[in-house]
């Protein structure tokens, strides 16, 4: 995974990988639950050495938080699961210690000087920076920045209807990541029909791996990027975009928006900015007749 500090820049804008973490051995039959085991195996040959651990027979998983500078501001996309969280029902993300912060400030920019920290969902993995530990209460981390949180997730997840088997494993993010951003008047909102935000951005709403989900435009100067969050979680889904993850709530709205996503990357020629690819975590989506395929930037 040697790819922690490339930067690209796209449309007047730097984008840079902060990692939090890599999860190995991760079953296929666990995150893609409807898939046999003969499925994935076809799609082995498309995938990157990166893409599954050297058995060959599991998945690897990124966990980052994209850092994007243009001329004028500081913009985070999605920040990871965060330190000393109480995830009991979720192991992985149970009381961490990881120098995310630490890494944040390798890439040159420190947490006061974050202007905006955009979470496409609310899910347990990208929202944990939003707030850190101190004197036992929970405080935004980028305490001068602005926290986009699109609207439907805010509803969605502040009340009992999230309570259900699907988000088990993100059970106490609000409570500890998100509601103390809104208390402390950090917290703008993103209507479920999307829109452009400040100069060369627009969000473009992807519901169904969560009610609300959004994904990131940047464009400008006929260059384009898209942000995907979780429209796909692994490249195994650029070849098989019929798959949903096992933490796809709403599958049929996660599939037509994962093929909205890959319709746009390959129309563009955009650069597609991945939450869990491994590797670069960065690439391209082509064609190759009526099937797209990942390439790794």
């Known amino acids: 995974m040697s790819d922690l500090g490339k930067e690209y820049h796209i449309a007047g804008a730097t984008v840079r990988k902060v990692q939090e973490q890599y999860l190995h051995h991760v079953p296929p039959s666990f995150l893609y639950p409807t898939a046999k ?36 501001h500081v913009i985070l996309i999605d920040t990871g699961s965060g330190n000393d969280k109480e995830r009991p029902s979720n192991p992985i993300f149970h009381h961490q210690a990881i120098p995310f912060l630490d890494r944040l400030r390798d890439a040159g920019i420190e947490p006061e000087e974050v202007d905006f920290v955009v979470n496409t969902h609310l899910h347990v993995d990208h929202s944990g920076w939003n707030t850190v530990l101190r004197d036992g209460k929970w405080l935004p981390t980028f305490q001068n920045a602005r926290y986009i949180f699109p609207r439907a997730e805010q509803k969605y997840y502040s009340s009992v209807a999230s309570h259900n088997d699907a988000n088990m494993h993100s059970l106490g993010v609000y409570e500890d990541s998100v509601r103390p951003v809104i208390e402390a008047g950090l917290a703008d909102f993103i209507d479920c029909t999307g829109g452009p935000f400040l100069d060369r951005f627009t969000f473009l709403p992807t519901p169904g791996h969560s009610v609300g989900h959004m994904s990131v435009l940047l464009e400008l100067d006929n260059e384009a990027a898209i942000f995907g ?38 129309n563009n020629r955009a650069t597609y900015f991945s939450t869990h690819f491994p590797g670069s975590s960065a690439g391209y989506v082509t064609r190759e007749g009526e099937k797209f395929r990942w390439t790794y930037a």
């Open 37 to 72: 085991s003969e499925e994935i195996k076809a799609l082995e040959p498309a995938l990157a050495l990166v893409d599954m651990d050297e058995d060959r027979d599991t998945l690897v998983v990124s966990i980052h938080t994209w850092l994007v500078r243009t001329p004028d």
């Open 229 to 266: 969050g979780d429209v796909m979680n692994h490249p195994v889904q650029v070849g098989r975009p019929d798959l949903n993850t096992v933490f796809c709530e709403f599958p049929d709205q996660a599939v037509q928006s994962r093929r909205r996503v890959l319709e746009f990357a390959v």
